[in-house]
């Protein structure tokens, strides 16, 4: 069964500073990744999906498939980066449907 | 842009009362989730709906049920709440195609009593 792991509960860092929110994978085959965030008091939101390859709110993700990893970056933290976040798996094929997130990974940004 | 609305932001209620979260989307789309958001365990989902009176269960389903009479509302039932049920549920929807993601509502914080 496919599996999603974020290994940081946690992750603080100052303003300015880089970030990098891990997650790993456990899939045999080619899979559809996707990071959702969470702000305080807000719905839970798309950020990015890693076939559109697109940098979102200064966020980037490459997949890479030998490292079976989908990590989250941005060269330059800001405070208002601070919330909840969960890398997804979607698995889906004819009549299948199968979407598994990672446990989440809360990020604080120090002014 | 999708909407995915849930009738109640926060609800209260007893122990052994029958709960129901209603789910309503606005974009026709085929399939809808009911999830349940618990710090340190993040996302677990309950149950999942393919298309109108079609449901199929998902990691945690115990202790839930659920309806999907129109295709733009899924209801989650808790038969008989219990405290450990105490959460935060979340709804979703996504359009039947390959691959799209899922949109979700703002969320239901119950508390059992």
């Known amino acids: 069964a496919q599996r999603v792991t974020q290994p940081e509960k946690l992750l603080s860092v100052f303003k300015g500073a880089p970030v990098e929110l891990k997650c790993n994978y456990s899939?045999?085959?080619?899979?559809?990744l996707f990071w959702y965030v969470q702000y305080s008091r807000q719905r839970l939101q798309l950020l990015l999906r890693?076939?559109s390859r697109e940098s979102i709110k200064g966020f980037t993700a490459d997949l890479n498939k030998g490292e079976t990893s989908f990590h989250l970056k941005k060269p330059f933290a800001q405070e208002e980066d601070s919330a909840m976040y969960y890398c997804a798996l979607i698995i889906s094929g004819a009549g299948s449907y199968q979407l598994t997130f990672g446990k989440g990974t809360k990020l604080s940004v120090i002014p | 842009d999708v909407k995915v609305t849930q009738s109640s932001r926060y609800l209260v209620k007893r122990t052994g009362e029958k709960v129901f979260l209603e789910c309503v989307q606005d974009m026709d789309h085929e399939n809808m989730f009911w999830y349940r958001q618990d710090p340190g365990l993040g996302l677990r989902l309950i149950y999942f709906?393919?298309?109108?009176?079609?449901?199929e269960k998902g990691d945690i389903p115990e202790g839930y049920s659920v309806s999907r009479e129109k295709k733009e509302r899924f209801s989650l039932i808790l038969e008989s709440a219990s405290t450990n049920q105490t959460s935060m549920y979340l709804c979703?929807?996504?359009?039947?195609?390959?691959?799209?993601?899922?949109?979700f509502g703002d969320g239901t914080r119950l508390s059992i009593l």
């Open positions: 890693h076939i």
């Open positions: 899939y045999s085959g080619s899979p559809e």
């Open positions: 979703a929807s996504r359009p039947g195609q390959y691959n799209q993601p899922q949109h």
């Open positions: 709906s393919y298309d109108v009176k079609m449901k």
